[in-house]
């Protein structure tokens, strides 16, 4: 790696990088697990459900909130062999409040980190997810002004990470994406010629897992956001 000193553009990811994300959803889970409390099927198998639901539906209903109660309604509806009622929608969208409510739990350090590689650096945002929830969330954590442009798309592959590359004239091989997940941050960059950093989150959604080639010299494995600033 050069010298800290040298100027580079850093995309950062948001949910689960500057902001948990995904322990909030495990938290709802098993608020509803315990609503739920199924009689004869165990909370492994009915996560089970759910996880593969959520494969299925992140292809027509996409990332956020919304989609999520969507697959808590057809859990219900398949483990139940029939419509979930409008009460029992209620109860789901009330176990999800702090979703709903986009609450921001920002990750150690951020603000100082941000602050400091900005200084440095050229800073992008890349978040994927539903528009309008991703935006609230942006502006709720109050992480914007530390980067030249917020992008929000609606899932993350090497042709996203291309075109953020075409629109603001970067260098890939000078160009970091700094992420938790292997599948939309890590992998798609380095397709596209970027470097990453890779910062694992201990609750990463499962849908996000991939494997990352440990001989890759271009994937930098960090343990914690602020490291960063020994390194950029």
Do not use: C
Not at 54 to 83: D, K, M, S, V
Not at 105 to 131: A, N
């Amino acid at each position: 790696m050069d010298s800290p000193a040298t100027r580079r553009a850093l995309i950062f990811d948001a949910d689960d990088t500057l902001w948990e994300n995904n322990i909030l959803f495990e938290r709802v889970i098993e608020d509803y697990l315990d609503w739920l409390a199924h009689p004869t099927l165990d909370r492994g198998e009915i996560r089970s459900m759910i996880d593969d639901i959520e494969a299925a539906n992140t292809r027509t209903h996409g990332y956020g909130a919304r989609a999520f109660l969507t697959n808590l309604g057809q859990t219900f509806e398949r483990l139940n062999a029939r419509p979930v009622s409008e009460a029992e929608t209620r109860e789901i969208e009330r176990l999800a409040t702090a979703l709903l409510e986009h609450r921001i739990e920002l990750m150690p350090g951020v603000m100082d980190v941000l602050g400091t590689l900005g200084r440095r650096h050229d800073l992008y945002l890349l978040t994927k997810g539903d528009s309008a929830e991703q935006q609230r969330k942006v502006a709720a954590s109050g992480v914007a002004q530390h980067f030249r442009h917020v992008h929000i798309v609606p899932e993350k592959d090497v042709t996203v990470y291309l075109e953020v590359a075409r629109q603001h004239d970067l260098d890939p091989a000078n160009t970091w994406m700094i992420g938790n997940s292997p599948k939309s941050d890590i992998l798609p960059a380095r397709a596209a010629g970027m470097n990453a950093v890779y910062i694992p989150h201990v609750s990463s959604w499962v849908l996000e897992h991939a494997e990352i080639d440990p001989a890759d010299t271009s994937v930098l494995h960090l343990s914690a956001l602020p490291a960063l600033l020994e390194h950029f």
